[in-house]
């Protein structure tokens, strides 16, 4: 039997009335299904043109990529300010190594030697070298001063402006210059 004996085929072959060389052009539609998707990516494609192309509320990879950046920056300078306290035996090995005495003095002088003299003898700030000391002179304590300052007296607070490895080289700096006026 040929495609075209077939009564089916007689039916719809009336229907669209098109034939050739035994060929019948059938009338079937999508699956309702299919259908829907196709209509749906045209709803999301006329929106996503909207919001990435008239609208500007879409970002850009781009911009997206800036914010993401600017967040890290944000996240990195906080977590490089962020004090780490010592144990101890840790503090005590810190402040006798020459590195970090080394960043130390050039730390001092960048933010301490206008008020306590670049050798540490004193100017508004008192004397750091000598064996008075107004908020004891162990390196806990002075490392208290430093973090905390003595915001009455004039003495800043470098907890959050220093980086900790800067705040515990002044005190390396200044414990290796202790009475020696
Ligand atoms: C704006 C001036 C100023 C700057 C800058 C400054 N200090 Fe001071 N510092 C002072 C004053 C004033 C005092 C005295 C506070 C008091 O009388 O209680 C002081 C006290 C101290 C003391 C305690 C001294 C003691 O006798 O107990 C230490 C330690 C110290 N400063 C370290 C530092 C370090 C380290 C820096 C730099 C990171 C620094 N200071 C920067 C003004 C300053």
Excluded at 102 to 110: D, I, N, V, W, Y
């Amino acid at each position: 039997m040929s495609d075209s004996d077939n009564p089916q085929n007689q039916e719809i072959n009336q229907k669209i009335n098109h034939s050739y060389d035994g060929i019948i052009e059938h009338n079937n539609p999508m699956p309702t299904w299919w259908s829907w998707v196709f209509i749906l990516c045209v709803c999301f494609a006329f929106l996503y043109y909207i919001h990435y192309e008239v609208s500007g509320t879409g970002l850009t990879l781009t911009q997206e990529l800036k914010i993401s950046m600017e967040k890290l920056e944000k996240i990195r300078s906080e977590s490089a300010l962020k004090f780490v306290d010592l144990s101890e035996d840790e503090l005590e090995r810190k402040i006798k190594d020459p590195n970090v005495i080394k960043l130390g003095a050039s730390t001092f002088q960048a933010k301490c030697a206008m008020c306590h003299g670049e050798k540490l003898e004193g100017k508004i700030g008192p004397n750091l070298t000598d064996t008075t000391w107004i908020h004891g002179g162990t390196p806990k304590e002075i490392l208290k001063t430093i973090r905390e300052g003595v915001l009455a007296k004039g003495m800043p607070q470098w907890e959050g402006v220093l980086k900790p490895d800067e705040i515990y080289g002044v005190l390396a700096l200044i414990h290796s210059k202790k009475q020696t006026p």
